[in-house]
């Protein structure tokens, strides 16, 4: 079969465009891919750093505005890796203008923003997928075939952190990331995002919630430069912190199960920790980001004297994508995960399946967060609904 090229117009190259850059690159040299990505035009506002970063990354060319990108009859996909208050935007106009769409996560800022991007992708018949990279480690991959296989029985508890401590002082400046125009949220819409898309990937849909937002520093230093990663320069005026610094709330699953979530960036000391165990009544499974080759599982049908929790390494050809990449216990990283996520969908959309993760996932995601930001200003249990109140 004859490979398609998939021209790309990705708009942002920071962080996440780094990563989607690099596992656009990478996807067709690791896996026979029917469609490969082509990274055709890169598009930010800033021309200079915009020409320093297709350099760096590899783009054929640049743009400095995404109406005009997303126009263009050479452009087969559109990448939002934007802020949170571009995604709706960039997506719905690239779907009324024929494109495929890959969004950064979380989906939108807002509900009424996620079902609107649904919409427009299913009005205009184009695939859609949603970066939850975290679905494609390998372990992750294992511990989901495990529970559909029925190894931990009963599911009773899902239990997530996502720690991180990056503007627990007080000094870190007043980036978009912790303005709500721009990012719809803090903790909770960033990473809450990744532990809830993994609790229903791996347990299923949520049925009720109830949280609690909080901000402990209101005011920090405005932004006078920003730098590819999370921070930037602080300059001397001060200004107001419109966000959570962090998320907490209960869950109840439409299964039985339940579930704690917590999402911090002051749990000080932790740099991206993200764990998650699930209790079944077969056993128990513990996947930790930080150990990302490994799943801790205990089996509560072993023998009563070899009983305990056994270390799974997920770089054995039998684990998922593991064969795609080097021998037994040649571990892989975090930029693995966008590299499998694209390699997946690339193949999927070549079967004419939409890509998984997808914009469905980012609606029901939304309504999550919704809901428990409902929860935090009511102060009591609220039903999830993607349905708009
Ligand atoms: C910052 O919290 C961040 O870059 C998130 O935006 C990503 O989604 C997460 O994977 C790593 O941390």
Known sequence: MSKRKIRIGMVGYQFMGKAHSNAYRQAPRFFDMDWEPEL????????????????????????????????????????????????????IAAAENGKMVWCEKPLANTLGEAVAMKEAV?????????FHNYRYCPAVQLA???????VLGRI??????????????????????????????????????????LARFLVGEFEEV???????????????????RLGGVASSEMGEVTVDDASMFLARFESGAIGT???????????????????????????????????EFYNANDSAEHRGFQLIQTTDSVHPFASAYW??????????????????????????????????????????????????????????????P
């Open 261 to 295: 979530f917590e999402a911090t960036r002051f749990a000080v000391g932790r740099k991206n920790h993200n764990r998650f165990e699930i209790n079944g009544s077969g056993g128990s499974i513990v996947f930790n980001l930080e150990r990302m080759n490994e799943l």
């Open 327 to 388: 021998p037994v216990g040649h571990i892989i990283g975090y930029e693995h995960t966008f590299i499998n996520l694209v390699a997946d969908g690339f193949s999927r959309m070549s079967r004419g399946e939409n890509p998984t993760p997808s914009f469905e996932d980012g609606v029901r995601n939304q309504a999550i967060l919704d809901a428990v930001e409902r929860s935090s200003g009511s102060r009591r249990w609220e039903k999830v609904s993607i349905d708009q």
């Open 122 to 130: 299913d009005r205009a018949g184009v695939f859609h997928a949603i």
């Open 40 to 91: 055709a035009v890169l598009c930010g506002r800033t021309e200079g750093s915009l020409r320093a970063a297709a350099e760096k990354f590899g783009w054929q060319e640049t743009e400095t505005d995404w109406r005009r990108l997303v126009e263009r009859k050479d452009i087969d996909l559109i990448d939002v890796s934007a802020p949170g208050n571009l995604h709706a935007p960039i997506s």
């Open 144 to 150: 989901r075939k495990m529970i559909e296989d029925g």
């Open 156 to 197: 009773y508890h899902f239990r997530a952190v996502y720690l991180q401590d990056w503007i627990a002082d007080p000094s870190f400046p007043l980036v978009w990331r912790l303005d709500k125009t721009i990012a719809g949220s803090g903790a909770h819409g960033d990473i809450a995002a990744h532990i809830i898309d």
């Open 210 to 228: 109830c949280g609690h937002l909080e901000t402990f520093i209101k005011q920090r230093p405005k932004l006078a430069a920003t730098d590819d």
